[in-house]
């Protein structure tokens, strides 16, 4: 490379992010645009601008000035000497309502040409004027998003500092991509694309009036309209928030509530006369003035003592419920009049009313809460089941809420989940929303919550932290017995790959009772023989070959090994996993032994210590796919699902453990399905059959995926593959399109998985 070409690609726009400079960028309208009145109207659908100008390839922040009726999405697209595409592009932002100035980071891929810039593919009219682009760097990125979580949740000087000496901390050791996983990971912010692009999607959901009608009339033709009692324990909240958070029930479309607040002796005065006000405008709510403070437990406890609703629902004194809350959990109650917790989605509010970290949650995954608090905001329960397991417990304060929904949820199995944004979580210092630091104490109380639960239900098992992420945990489920398992290695050829397999499963697993059967799918190398003879000869009780010479089928090989196994447990295993984690197989036992689980899956990574696997996704990129796929190891996943062990729909065969009679119970794997989908079509049986599938990420190997089979590259194998997308598409149509494990809000775009779904 010419010093010329070096200055231009590299020098010249490190140095001008370094010195942050600034651009201003004409546009030039190439399609279905017209300028009217000093507006943009798109004539088409397929609006578009030129960007010309000077910019720089990497991070730039790109501002302009916009104001429209509507909102219309922004797409990029660059050209990097091969013309524009739909492959090369990104919706980066949008035009919201209204006249606003606007900023948001973009990047521009190396060796970019031209950059086109669409407003979406409606007819609108619009302003978008000023637009200017300012390189910037990531280090810049990082110092700017720590200063914006700062801000935003309006973090203590303490809590503030620990956050910034962890992050320069990170940065020296792991660098800057590490850095900006974890940050997000330590302050609970779990950002899903731009802010812009959560901004733009909450304006695309924003109730009309002519959908606020329609949802009157809907409440005014339901046959069941149960009394809900909102409950909500008060101690010397500011007025503001307060006022926020008793307006929010008022304003809601469903009327037949209960507003249940007991004050737990709060010493501020405007206390008193704001619920005093309140009381006297809305017979409807209930005021409870404590003589002594017993913090929140007790004083939920007085507000549920007057709570005389079929269903009660939890709401913090600083929060906010959307307008639509109870009708939303009524209308679900409507078509499931057997509920007893129903729990809906979250996302979290500033102090300046900017809504931000959206949580869509699964529906009921019994692992995930004995992992974490995750139903959370806003969940109703009905009372007498409340009643029945004595209401919110003293000493469990700060998890209080989590050691309810662990307790009523063990009376029923009617659990059920909206797939809505119906809370507002206030980010303020006092609130556990500002962060998991701004509270440890809450921590030690999951813990405390978790323990009961495991000595309640007669688990053997023992609670673990997870370092460096509070109010997170891992259930370490007790070995009985100590089975033998059966691990059933496929393989042809390629011997190297398989001797580095066995190599680390012996030097490394600290399980004893286990049994290999190497199944030969017709080797002939003369090196991968003297493997064979290598471990059969160094191992002969534990290592036996299986010789199967047919076409390759995944499935049949499985089927027909399994037969040969002497183990009670199976472990599926390909040849190019590596052993990393010594308790690879205590771990994933644990969860096996359990008679309501079906398939265990672990962690898989890349040699670049990249996830390739944690948990599959139905209809992710088509039928279905890997999820967090290329996120760094050091990432916490989606407000930490690469962190604890949760149920999925599907683990991969790559690494999977299942008692070897629930294998033959679902007939193992479907031989029509012979090299792609077996493995998800294997774990949508159990999940039929009413088992439960776990993703257990404190298992960790390393996979060095499909080095054996090799691409589709061949008329036979692209014939092959679409005949089993057919049968994929034929069997599981229905949780193809909804997997229960992953929100109907989030993208199936493939590798995109737990972004946003603008749609």
């Keep these: 490379m010419s010093i010329r070409s070096k200055w231009k690609s590299r020098i010249e726009p490190a140095l001008a992010g370094l010195l942050g400079i600034k651009t201003r960028a004409r546009l030039k309208p190439i399609s279905h645009l017209e300028m009217k009145n000093e507006k943009w109207i798109s004539t088409g659908n397929d609006p578009s601008f ?45 035009i919201p309502k209204g006249f606003v100035k606007r900023e948001v980071t973009v990047y521009i891929p190396p060796g970019t040409q031209n950059l086109r810039i669409d407003p979406g593919e409606d007819e609108a009219e619009f302003m978008f004027t000023n637009v200017r682009l300012k390189k910037t760097t990531r280090i810049k990125m990082v110092l700017g998003f720590a200063w914006e979580i700062i801000h935003r949740k309006g973090l203590t000087n303490q809590v503030t500092l620990q956050l910034l000496k962890k992050g320069f901390q990170t940065l020296r050791t792991s660098g800057l991509k590490a850095t900006w996983s974890k940050f997000k990971a330590y302050t609970g912010h779990q950002a899903i694309g731009s802010t812009g692009s959560y901004e733009s999607w909450v304006a695309n959901q924003a109730l009309t009036s002519i959908d606020i009608k329609r949802i009157k009339d809907e409440i005014v033709r339901m046959t069941y309209k149960p009394l809900i009692s909102i409950i909500v324990p008060v101690y010397n909240v500011e007025e503001k928030w307060l006022r926020l958070c008793i307006d929010s029930v008022i304003n809601q479309l469903y009327p037949n509530w209960e507003l249940c607040i007991a004050d737990d002796a709060s010493d501020k005065p405007h206390i008193k006369k704001v619920l005093n006000e309140y009381a006297q405008k809305d017979s409807r709510i209930k005021i409870v003035f404590r003589d002594e403070n017993g913090h929140i437990s007790e004083s939920s406890n007085s507000a549920l003592d007057v709570a005389t609703g079929e269903y009660i629902g939890l709401l913090d004194h600083d929060d906010e419920l959307t307008i639509n809350a109870l009708y939303e959990n009524v209308k679900l109650l409507n078509q499931h009049p057997e509920a007893d917790i129903v729990y809906s989605d979250e996302d979290k509010i500033s102090e300046e009313g900017v809504r931000h970290s959206p949580y869509f949650k699964p529906d009921w995954s019994p692992d995930l809460l004995l992992s974490q608090m995750y139903t959370c905001h806003f969940s109703i329960y009905r009372k007498s089941l409340v009643d029945q397991v004595g209401g919110f417990r003293k000493g469990y304060e700060g998890s209080q809420d989590y050691d309810l929904v662990l307790r009523v949820s063990e009376l029923t199995e009617k659990i059920y989940h909206i797939p809505k944004i119906l809370y507002h979580w206030r980010t303020i210092p006092e609130s556990t929303a500002s962060g998991a630091g701004a509270k440890n104490y809450t921590h030690y109380a999951g813990i405390k919550a978790l323990k009961d639960t495991i000595q309640r239900r007669g688990m053997d098992a023992e609670v673990r932290e997870i370092e460096e992420h509070p109010n997170m945990y891992r259930l370490h489920y007790n070995i009985v017995k100590e089975p033998l398992v059966t691990i059933i290695i496929p393989t042809k050829n390629l011997g190297e790959i398989l001797d580095n397999c066995l190599s680390s499963i012996f030097a490394l697993t600290t399980y004893n009772r286990f049994e290999i059967l190497i199944v030969d799918n017709g080797s002939r190398e003369r090196d991968t023989l003297d493997i064979f003879d290598k471990w059969t000869n160094g191992y002969p009780e534990q290592v036996k070959i299986v010789e199967i010479d047919i076409p390759f089928n995944y499935s049949k090989l499985n089927n027909l090994a399994v037969q040969e196994a002497k183990g009670e447990y199976l472990v599926l295993l390909n040849n190019d996993i590596e052993i990393i984690s010594p308790n690879w197989i205590n771990d994933m036992l644990g969860f096996a032994q359990r008679k309501n689980t079906g398939a265990v899956g672990a962690k898989l990574l890349y040699p670049d210590n990249t996830i390739q696997h944690s948990g599959v996704i139905m209809g992710l990129g088509g039928i279905a796919g890997h999820a967090f796929r290329t996120l760094p190891i050091s990432d916490a996943g989606y407000f930490g699902a690469l962190l604890v062990n949760r149920n999925c729909a599907v683990v991969t065969a790559a690494c999977l453990m299942i008692e070897k009679a629930k294998y033959l119970e679902v007939e193992g794997m479907e031989e029509q399905l012979s090299v792609a989908f077996n493995d998800v079509d294997f774990c949508l049986k159990l999940l039929k059959k009413g088992y439960q599938n776990v993703c257990v990420n404190s298992v960790q190997l390393y996979h060095y995926e499909s080095k054996t089979r090799g691409a589709e590259d061949t008329k036979e194998k692209q014939e092959r593959f679409r005949r089993e997308i057919e049968f994929m598409e034929e069997r599981w149509a229905e949780i193809i399109k909804k997997d229960p494990y992953y929100n109907d809000n989030l993208s199936l775009k493939s590798d995109m998985s737990y972004s946003l779904n603008m749609h």
């Design 50 to 94: 030129l960007v010309t100008g000077r910019y720089f390839p990497g991070w730039n922040k790109i501002k302009w000035e916009s104001e429209s009726k509507s909102v219309i999405p922004l797409k990029m697209y660059w050209d990097q000497g091969n013309g524009f595409s739909e492959s090369k592009s990104l919706t980066f932002s949008s």
